[in-house]
């Protein structure tokens, strides 16, 4: 098992432009979540998903959108990005009591 | 809503030392506790929990108690490494509940405290 894998590891994106962070679990997990990490503080979460095709938002879903057509992926995708979405993200699924995460993506907005 | 503390950090600790690292929760109903670790570079890995009160988690030395009377879960090592070098962060989950309902197994997480050990 891979576990949760995340592309790209880091990224610099000018303001206005847009993108896709992928994400890919292979444990079959129906619960997936989208956290972003700012400096010295702990993970807020974005959007997440209980299934295929179920999605909403979490804590700070503005600027973000996600999709889940599959039970394996999870993208997220930032449409005009911001220097404020400068963060690291991290992509996780989950089973029974245990969240499991990917390696993250480093965003840099500049 | 649901909220977690952690003691304010940097903590820097000569190996061999003992650690503490201080967490409380607020929460509605009876939520699961963790702890997680993240490694330089890396994203978090769970390091132990406990999901009812008076249990117990246990892992690579590390332990804390689900303490419900003063709403708690410290984590305490009893000799600290280099290896052990890393961010910590305490963390709750709400148990999932269907479709419609306010509760999606989602983490809250504490600030998160740097530990770091010397040699």
């Known amino acids: 098992n891979a576990g949760v894998t995340q592309t790209p590891k880091f990224r610099i994106l000018k303001i206005g432009q847009s993108m896709t962070l992928q994400c890919t679990q292979d444990?079959?997990?129906?619960?997936m979540y989208w956290y972003r990490q700012d400096p010295g503080m702990g993970l807020k979460l974005i959007y997440y998903?209980?299934?295929?095709?179920?999605?909403d938002k979490g804590e700070v879903p503005n600027g973000y959108n996600v999709s889940r057509s599959t039970t394996e992926d999870f993208p997220l995708r930032l449409e005009l990005a911001a220097p404020s979405q400068t963060s690291v993200y991290f992509c996780?699924?989950?089973?029974?009591?245990?969240?499991?995460f990917g390696p993250g993506t480093r965003l840099t907005v500049l | 809503g649901d909220s977690v503390t952690q003691m304010e950090g940097p903590v820097t600790l000569s190996e061999e030392a003992f650690l503490t690292i201080n967490c409380t929760y607020t929460?509605?109903?009876?939520?699961?506790l963790f702890w997680y670790v993240q490694y330089p570079g890396e994203g978090l890995q769970l390091l132990l929990k406990?999901?009812?009160?008076?249990d117990k988690g246990s892992n690579k030395g590390f332990e804390a108690t689900y303490r419900k009377e003063t709403t708690s879960f410290h984590l305490e090592k009893g000799s600290v490494q280099v290896s052990d070098s890393a961010v910590y962060f305490c963390?709750?989950?709400?148990?999932?509940?269907?479709?419609?309902?306010?509760?999606?197994?989602?983490?809250?997480f504490g600030q998160g405290t740097i530990l770091t050990v010397h040699p």
């Open positions: 996780a699924s989950s089973y029974g009591n245990t969240q499991y």
């Open positions: 444990m079959n997990h129906n619960y």
């Open positions: 998903s209980v299934g295929a095709g179920i999605t």
């Open positions: 929460a509605t109903g009876y939520p699961s």
């Open positions: 406990a999901t009812k009160a008076d």
């Open positions: 963390a709750l989950r709400d148990p999932p509940s269907d479709a419609g309902g306010t509760s999606y197994g989602k983490l809250t």
